[in-house]
């Protein structure tokens, strides 16, 4: 079985373009979080969603930032016009079930670089 | 507002010796508590999680926290600490939506002297 994939593993963008970053969760999992680890920081929540609803985007910056999970093909987040804050490791993690309580498994990360 | 605090950014220990390290949180429920690992470049591993029951809980690697309520924390240890343990490790606390979102301390790096 699988684990959680992310791709691309390392992404350069320059200033203004667009970054989209993918996850395929296990199999059997219809559950994807998103969170940011910024430099020297801990995981940031973005957005938890489940197979075509957003259930939670608390974490997502208003402006720039979407994320989608279709009912086919992987979860999507994607950045417009990208600046150099978003420099960042972007995790996704996925759950067979709603809650922690199953635990969530990580991907190895997309690192974002902005020029 | 669910807070995780992990008061040592740093820690080296030299391999053999015990580690511990250190977790805080703020929930004013019980918490469902969490310890991960992460190498470099790499994704998070979980260590082990703590829900109810035994406040002593037993993980991978060697790895065991302990819960302590009145004292809001969630302590990881390992009593011989190998060369390969050097990572960064994060401690973390389910946020009180029952969305299973995590919320993260900032993290300790481990470096192990030989």
């Known amino acids: 079985n699988a684990g959680v994939m992310q791709n691309p593993r390392h992404l350069v963008r320059r200033r203004g373009q667009e970054a989209r970053l993918r996850c395929s969760p296990m199999?059997?999992?219809?559950?994807v979080y998103w969170y940011r680890q910024l430099p020297e920081e801990g995981l940031k929540f973005m957005v938890y969603l489940q197979k075509e609803n957003i259930i939670d985007e608390s974490g997502m910056p208003k402006e720039r930032f979407s994320a989608e999970f279709p009912k086919e093909g992987p979860s999507i987040l994607r950045i417009q016009q990208v600046v150099r804050g978003d420099s960042a490791a972007y995790f996704c993690?996925?759950?067979?079930?709603?809650?922690?309580?199953?635990?969530?498994?990580f991907g190895p990360g997309t690192r974002l670089t902005v020029l | 507002a669910q807070s995780v605090t992990q008061p040592d950014i740093h820690i080296t220990v030299s391999e053999g010796a015990s580690l511990e390290l250190r977790c805080n949180y703020s929930?004013?429920?019980?918490?469902?508590l969490f310890w991960y690992v992460q190498s470099p470049g790499q994704g998070l591993q979980l260590l082990l999680k703590y829900f109810s029951g035994d406040t002593l809980v037993q993980g991978i690697k060697g790895f065991e926290a302990e819960f302590k309520r009145s004292q809001s924390s969630f302590n990881l240890r390992k009593p011989s600490v190998h060369w390969s343990d050097a990572a960064e490790y994060f401690c973390a606390v389910e946020g009180s939506s029952n969305t299973g979102k995590l919320i993260f301390g900032q993290g300790t790096t481990l470096q192990v002297k030989p």
């Open positions: 929930y004013g429920a019980t918490p469902y």
């Open positions: 199999k059997g999992h219809s559950h």
């Open positions: 993690a996925s759950s067979p079930l709603q809650g922690a309580t199953d635990t969530q498994y």
